[in-house]
C-alpha cells in the first residue's frame, strides 16, 4: 500500500521561493533555446520593434491647450504622430481673478506641436458655449478631415470656504469644468458615433475622489466629471469610443495664479505631505504620459475608469 505524501504546506515563504525559482527557470530555459524565449525577454531586446500606439495618423483635438497639461498633451500626441487642434479661450474670464492663457499661449503651443512634424491648428474657443465647441469640430473636420481623440483639459479653480464664497465663484467654476466639458463631449461625439471609433479623456482631479475644505465648487465640479466620464462610456461603448479620465495630483500649471516664493514654497511643502511618494508638484508631462495610453491601441478595452496620476496621493481613498 502506498503512503499518500503528506500535504505541502502553503506558506508565504514557499510562494516567494516557488516564483523565484519560476523566474529563475524560465532565465535559464530562455538562455539554453533563445528562440523560445518569452514574449517579456523578446520584446525588451534592444532589436524590438517600436509599439505600434495606434496613434500615428490620428487628429486630436485638445481643450485648455495654452499651456499646462493641455499644451503637454498636445506635445506628447504630436510626438506620437497626431496631428493636434489646439483649443483654448484665449482671454480673461469676467469675475475669475485667475489670468488665463493668451492668445500667444496658444499660438505657442501649435507652433511646438509643428515642431514635433505634426499638423497643428490654432482656435479660440469658450466652452461654455455649445455653438463654438460645434464650431471647434465643424472647422478640425473641414481642415484636418476627421477626430480620432478628444482632450477635455480645460478647467478653472477659484477657491473660498463655502460660507464666504460668491455666485460668481460658483457660477464660473461649474460653468466652465462641469457645463464646458459636457459641451465638449456632446460636439464631438456624434462624429465620433458615426464614425465608429474614437477616444476621449476627461481630466479631474484627485479632488474628484474625496473631499477638501475651502474649495468645495472646484471639488464638486470634479466629483460630477467623474460621474460624466463613466455615463458617457456606457453610451460610447457600442460604438467602439472609450471615455476615461485622469485623476492628478497637484500639478505645475498657472490654475493657481501669481504666487509669491513663499506661497509656492507653502504650497510645495503641503503637497510633499500630501502625496506618499517624495514629491510636491507634478510635471504637466507627467499626466500627459498617462493621457497617451489612454489613447493608444494598448488602452483599447480600456473605458469607464478613472486613473489616478497621483503620487500614492489616492492610497488614501477608502475606494
Known amino acids: 500500500m502506498n503512503r499518500a505524501k503528506p500535504k505541502k504546506l502553503i ?7 516557488g516564483g523565484s525559482a519560476a523566474v529563475a527557470g ?9 528562440e523560445q524565449s518569452t514574449p517579456a525577454i523578446a520584446q ?7 509599439v505600434n500606439t495606434g496613434i500615428n495618423g490620428t487628429v486630436a483635438i485638445v481643450t485648455g491647450a495654452g499651456r499646462g497639461i493641455g499644451r503637454a498633451c498636445a506635445i506628447a500626441l504630436a510626438r506620437a504622430g497626431a496631428d493636434v487642434v489646439a483649443v483654448d479661450i484665449g482671454r480673461n474670464i469676467s469675475g475669475h481673478p485667475i489670468p488665463l492663457a493668451t492668445a500667444q499661449d496658444l499660438a505657442e503651443t501649435v507652433r511646438l506641436v ?7 491648428l490654432a482656435i479660440q474657443a469658450d466652452i461654455r458655449e455649445m455653438q463654438q465647441m460645434r464650431g471647434v469640430v465643424d ?17 478653472i479653480n477659484d477657491a473660498s470656504p463655502i460660507a464666504e464664497s460668491t455666485d460668481a465663484q460658483w457660477r464660473n467654476v461649474i460653468d466652465v469644468n462641469v457645463i464646458g466639458t459636457a459641451n ?9 458615433i458615426g464614425r465608429k471609433q474614437g477616444r476621449i479623456v476627461v481630466v479631474t482631479s484627485t479632488f474628484g475622489r474625496q473631499g477638501n475644505a475651502g474649495n468645495a465648487n472646484y471639488v464638486a465640479s470634479k466629483w460630477a466629471l467623474v460621474g460624466l466620464t463613466k455615463s458617457a462610456a456606457l453610451e460610447a461603448a457600442p460604438h467602439n469610443i472609450t471615455v476615461n479620465a485622469i485623476a492628478p495630483t ?8 501669481s504666487q509669491t516664493p513663499e506661497q509656492a514654497k507653502q504650497g510645495e ?17 507627467d499626466i500627459a504620459d498617462s493621457v497617451v495610453y489612454l489613447v493608444s491601441s494598448q488602452a483599447r478595452y480600456v473605458t469607464g475608469m478613472t486613473i489616478d496620476v497621483a503620487a500614492g496621493a489616492n492610497a488614501k481613498y477608502t475606494a
Do not use: C, F, W
Open 44 to 50: 525588451n531586446s534592444s532589436s524590438s520593434q517600436p
Open 11 to 17: 506558506t508565504r515563504r514557499n510562494i516567494i521561493l
Open 269 to 285: 511643502q503641503t503637497l510633499r505631505a500630501y502625496n506618499a511618494l517624495p514629491i510636491g508638484l507634478l510635471e504637466p508631462s
Open 139 to 155: 472647422r478640425t473636420i473641414r481642415e484636418l478631415g476627421k477626430v480620432d481623440i478628444m482632450i477635455a483639459n480645460a478647467g
Open 250 to 257: 497637484g500639478v505645475r500649471t498657472g490654475l493657481g495664479g
Open 114 to 120: 509643428q515642431a514635433e512634424g505634426q499638423r497643428g
Open 184 to 192: 465638449t463631449l456632446r460636439a464631438v461625439m456624434p462624429h465620433m
Open 26 to 34: 524560465t532565465a535559464a530555459a530562455a538562455l539554453q533555446n533563445p
